[in-house]
């Protein structure tokens, strides 16, 4: 079965950049039709969907976090990562990797998740 985990540091400094690591085993990440994605919960509200790396390498992000995203993927190490720039404390929030057999983007069903890993921001 697939299996995904998230790993990266738990505090960033405003204005600074988040930076996450989702491994996974169990699958390969350039399977066709498979899009790597993350997902965010801030505390308290709903989840945020941020966008993919697809099979072939293609990204998609949301559009209110496009300008500070980047997804990209270790093909050798089967990882995906996430850099989201100049965060701020509304970026605190529990971030996901999950696989999605969609690429639907923002509505696609999640078939995989990661644990999560919680990502504070604060000075």
């Known amino acids: 079965q697939v299996q995904l985990q998230e790993s990266g540091p738990g505090l960033v400094k405003p204005s600074q950049t988040l930076s996450l690591t989702c491994t996974v085993s169990?699958?390969?990440?350039?399977?066709?039709?498979?899009?790597w994605s993350w997902i965010r919960q801030p505390p308290g509200k709903g989840l945020e969907w941020i966008g993919y790396i697809a099979y072939s390498g293609t990204t998609d992000y949301s559009p209110s976090l496009k300008s500070r995203t980047s997804i990209t993927r270790d093909t050798s190490k089967n990882q995906f990562t996430l850099q989201l720039t100049s965060v701020t404390p509304e970026d605190t929030a529990v971030y996901y990797c999950a696989r999605d057999l969609t690429g639907w983007g923002r509505i696609s069903p999640l078939s995989s998740w990661g644990q999560g890993t919680q990502v504070t921001v604060s000075s």
């Open positions: 169990g699958g390969s990440i350039t399977t066709n039709y498979h899009y």
